[in-house]
């Protein structure tokens, strides 16, 4: 009897103990709300709060409308030359956002940061369709500015990753609109 209990103790702790190492091996990087746009920028997390701080604070609030993933490639359907050119781009916006130290050193200090992953009630936030990535400024006044926009007539507010010195154009035109009009 005292064989058996030694041996099924010696198992119970091998177990454990594999189990725990298993348990480690599979670290998570934690979410948050950056979503890899820069972990260094506060981010508010709705679309509400983000109009309340700019009011609040007389900053403009910058939206990134995106998607986490290509839906495409979750649910395995077939992938259009277009579809794709644009995923490939949009991982490559949110790499060169991130690496950028203007933009990113521009977007703690000035701006209410909000990235969405689903459209919000205001239209004005969609005015030429829903489509991502789309990147919008509200300024303090809580008006949308839909006359900051992006090089391309048929997605006004969408840039790509050689757009970064004109996304930050538009970021200085955003702080000087507030010193202007309001």
């Not at 490559?92 to 459209?119: D, R, S």
């Amino acid at each position: 009897m005292l064989h058996s209990t030694l041996a099924l103790s010696l198992l119970l702790i091998a177990v454990s103990s594999n189990l725990a190492m298993a348990i480690k091996k599979e670290k998570r990087i934690p979410q948050t709300l950056s979503r890899g746009w820069g972990d260094e920028i506060t981010w508010v997390q709705t679309y509400e709060e983000g109009l309340y701080q700019a009011k609040k604070s007389n900053k403009p609030l910058m939206v990134i409308h995106h998607l986490e993933d290509c839906q495409y490639c979750q649910e395995g359907k077939a992938v259009f030359e277009m579809d794709l050119k644009m995923t490939v781009s949009f991982l490559a916006l949110k790499k060169a956002f991130a690496e950028n130290e203007e933009i990113q050193e521009m977007a703690q200090n000035n701006f209410v940061m909000l990235n969405l992953m689903h459209e919000t009630t205001d239209k004005n936030l969609s005015p030429d369709g829903q489509y991502v990535p789309r990147i919008m400024f509200v300024d303090p006044s809580l008006t949308v500015r839909a006359d900051i926009t992006g090089r391309y007539s048929n997605r006004l507010y969408t840039y790509e990753p050689q757009d970064i010195p004109f996304l930050i154009e538009n970021m200085k035109k955003a702080l000087r609109l507030i010193q202007t009009e309001l």
